[in-house]
């Protein structure tokens, strides 16, 4: 038995560049992993067994982690059953990726126990079947995703070290609601990639609020107006930059020192945590 970190990850800006003829969006976004983690505890079972420390999601086939040990035994042909428990930390329907990183930290777990040997490269062949963002946690952080996120490129510059806050609202939002309604609602503002990257290696908080631009607080702001107020009183304690990660409903502050949750109102500190970049 072993237990695995599954971590999160933010949008460091995030565009909707297009819509396919699938129907689905292409997009472009910078991804960077945080410490915030759900910890998986895997081994070798004679059937797939799935467990967790929460009633909310499914322990089925329509978790991720099952779907990616479904998909292992098709491309390896291997009759491959694992036991796994999820401690789950990271807010589901947060735009923070844990499903998909439960899935991909699945498949690194399944690789290893069954010696396949199997490159980055095919995992991530795997991976883009289960979802878009699965393949990222195969990779190095942070990245640039596009595509529907499957196509990355690994960032070479290693940014600073910054302390993250992540404020999770008590309500969710649904990717393809805000999808379908960013069809309707139109996009005022874009990210400047250009510039994130400078601003990040020299703390320009001024550069990063311009730049790291997510397109989904447009629909955000009409219905969850929730989502300013938060960005507001992060930046209030100090956060260089404040925006929404992926679809939402998190709300991320970047602060060069580290952040006391006794700073933030009483009404988000329960559902808040601080992080830390992971550059890896």
Known sequence: MKKYKSFAKINIGLDVVGR????YHNIRT??????????????PSDETILTSSVSYIPTDERNLVYKAILAFREYTKINANLYVHIQKRIPTQAGLGGGSSNAATTLLALNEIYETNLSVSELSSIAVKLGADVPFFLMPSPSMCEGIGEIITPIAENIPAYYVLIVKPRFSVS???????MDNI??????DFDNILPALMSADGEMLSKSAI????????????????????LMNIGALASFMSGSGSSVVGIFKRRPSLMEICEEYRQNAFVEQFINR
């Open 186 to 191: 139109g996009i005022t503002l874009h990210p």
């Open 30 to 43: 910078i991804m960077q992993k945080v410490s915030l983690s759900d910890i998986l505890t895997i081994e």
């Open 214 to 233: 997510n397109v989904f607080e447009d629909y955000a702001r009409i219905r969850f107006p929730q989502i300013e107020e938060i960005k507001q009183e």
């Open 20 to 23: 396919r003829p699938d129907g």
């Open 175 to 181: 990717t393809k609601e805000a999808y379908e309604r």
